[in-house]
Antibody
């Protein structure tokens, strides 16, 4: 059974760097084609795909935020970490991590999400 | 690639048949997924490859389309179907979601 759980701070100050951790079970990030992605949702707004990392360490980012995002994996801990620099109140929202089986597949398993508020 | 959805909101009654449309700004073959999201919950995958039903999803949900135009149809609305629905293109990066369609009870 695949599960994913997001963790990190609930409150960050403007200009700080956010670090979120996705801890997963039920699959391995050394399996061919598997990926883990991050998606966020500002309050009352649509879903926004942020980043994705694959089993072979290929990384993809949404262009509008690429300069602020870094995604890395720790296969020994079954974790994926997303950092977002220079946080702004507009970055307030719920951040989800999700499993992607590979190829052109969708995100089939999601974490419950973690709410991050950016405020001084 | 940008995605648009119509309508942005929809009021319907239990038992109604509803259709939601997703349009891509360029062709994406059949690389489209549909998700359902209820308030305070993570999205749930309903359909992928435009028309393949995810395991465990009721058969009243169906998808169709290819290229730039796609539809999600709910055959007979049930009370638990009132939610927001998003499409997502998976053909090339980035992987945007549509703006969503909120389905209200009439």
């Amino acid at each position: 059974q695949i599960t994913l759980t997001e963790s990190g701070p609930t409150l960050v100050k403007p200009a700080q760097t956010l670090t979120l951790t996705c801890t997963f079970s039920g699959f391995s990030l050394i399996t061919d084609e598997v990926g883990v992605g991050w998606i966020r949702q500002s309050p009352g707004k649509a879903l926004e795909w942020l980043a994705l990392i694959y089993w072979h360490d290929e990384k993809r980012y949404t262009p509008s935020l690429q300069s602020r995002l870094t995604i890395v994996k720790d296969t020994s801990k079954n974790q994926v970490v997303l950092t977002m620099a220079n946080m702004d109140p507009m970055d307030t929202g719920t951040y989800y991590c999700a499993h992607r089986p590979g190829g052109f597949s969708p995100f089939d398993y999601w974490g419950q999400g973690t709410l991050v508020t950016v405020s001084s | 690639i940008q995605l648009t959805q119509s309508p942005s909101s929809l009021s319907a009654s239990v038992g109604d048949r509803v259709t939601i449309t997703c349009r891509a700004s360029q062709g994406i073959y059949s690389s489209l997924a549909w998700y359902q999201q209820k308030p305070g919950k993570a999205p749930r995958l309903l359909i992928y490859d435009a028309s393949t039903l995810q395991s465990g999803v009721p058969s009243r949900f169906s998808g169709s389309g290819s290229g730039t135009d796609f539809t999600l149809t709910i055959g007979s609305l049930q009370p638990e179907d009132f939610a927001t629905y998003y499409c997502q293109q998976l053909n090339s990066y980035p992987l945007p979601f549509g703006p969503g369609t909120k389905l209200h009870i009439k």
